[in-house]
């Protein structure tokens, strides 16, 4: 499975920006795509999760209310709209595809059950 994230650029405070991320290659064993930040100096954070059977979602609460995953399956296709962007949400953005099926979509906000890694999409802030 390959990952191609897009959409980073330079925004406001308050702004909006949409990041997508698509799937290529052997994507039939998908359960569920998260998208991950990580800023200079700090640890690999998680920001919001998808299954990709039934939708249903789970946010990390620094971006809840403000942040929404969205997935298109025809298009295999992962999107994360931020809006009310802080000074703090900027960092390079990572999506991630996880193969394995788990009861709960906590479990998606662990970096250790993503097996695909896409490549970083710069998402910078100003104040």
């Known amino acids: 499975v390959q990952l191609q994230a897009s959409g980073g650029g330079l925004v406001q405070a308050g702004g909006s920006l949409r990041l997508s991320c698509a799937a290529s290659g052997r994507t039939f064993g998908t359960a569920a795509m998260g998208w991950f930040r990580q800023a200079p100096g700090k640890e690999r954070e998680f920001v919001a999760a998808i299954r990709w059977s039934g939708g249903s979602t789970y946010y990390a609460n620094s971006v809840k209310g403000r942040f929404t995953i969205s997935r298109d399956n025809a298009k295999n296709t992962v999107y994360l709209q931020m809006n009310s962007l802080k000074p703090e949400d900027a960092a390079a953005y990572y999506c991630?595809?996880?193969?394995?099926?788990?009861?709960?979509?906590?479990?998606?906000?662990?970096?250790?059950?993503?097996?695909?890694w896409g490549q970083g999409t710069q998402v910078t802030v100003s104040s």
């Open positions: 991630a595809a996880s193969g394995t099926v788990y009861s709960g979509t906590y479990y998606y906000t662990q970096r250790r059950v993503y097996d695909y």
